[in-house]
C-alpha cells in the first residue's frame, strides 16, 4: 500500500517562501495522480494543486495561481509544492494525496499523508 510522508512545512512571514515535500514509500509515486490540499483552522479541506501521473497536467486553485508550482522527482519518488508570496491566509495543514484514477482537484483520492503545517506570520 503506497505511504505517503509531507515535509517542509514552518513558519514564515508574509511574502516569502516555503517548499513542501511529499514523500511515497513502498511504491513508485510516478504510478499514481498527485494532489496537494490545506485545511485552515474552522476550515474545510480543500484542493489547491494536482498533478497527472506523467506530469503532462497540473492545475490550481485560483487562490494560488501564479504563487505556487507542483512538480514531480521521480528519482526522489517525491512531489514538492512551492509556495512563493506566501499570505497569512496560506497558513494551514498541508497534505498529499494520491490515487491511480485522475482526482483532480476534488477529495477522492484513495492515499494520504499526516500533514505539515504551514504558518504565514509577522
Known amino acids: 500500500q503506497l505511504q505517503l510522508v509531507e515535509s517542509g512545512g514552518g513558519s514564515v512571514q508574509p511574502g516569502g517562501s516555503l517548499r513542501v515535500s511529499c514523500t511515497a514509500s513502498?511504491?513508485?509515486?510516478?504510478?499514481?495522480?498527485v494532489g496537494w490540499f490545506r485545511q485552515a483552522p474552522g476550515k474545510e479541506r480543500e484542493g489547491i494543486s494536482c498533478?497527472?501521473?506523467?506530469?503532462?497536467?497540473?492545475n490550481y486553485r485560483d487562490s494560488v495561481k501564479g504563487r505556487f508550482t507542483i512538480s514531480r522527482d521521480n528519482a526522489k519518488n517525491s512531489v514538492y509544492l512551492q509556495m512563493d508570496n506566501l499570505e497569512p491566509e496560506d497558513t494551514a495543514v498541508y497534505y498529499c494525496?494520491?490515487?491511480?484514477?485522475?482526482?483532480?482537484?476534488?477529495?477522492?483520492?484513495?492515499?494520504w499523508g499526516q500533514g505539515t503545517t504551514v504558518t504565514v506570520s509577522l
Open positions: 494525496a494520491a490515487d491511480r484514477v485522475y482526482v483532480g482537484l476534488d477529495h477522492g483520492y484513495s492515499f
Open positions: 513502498r511504491l513508485r509515486l510516478d504510478n499514481y495522480h
Open positions: 498533478v497527472s501521473r506523467s506530469s503532462g497536467y497540473t
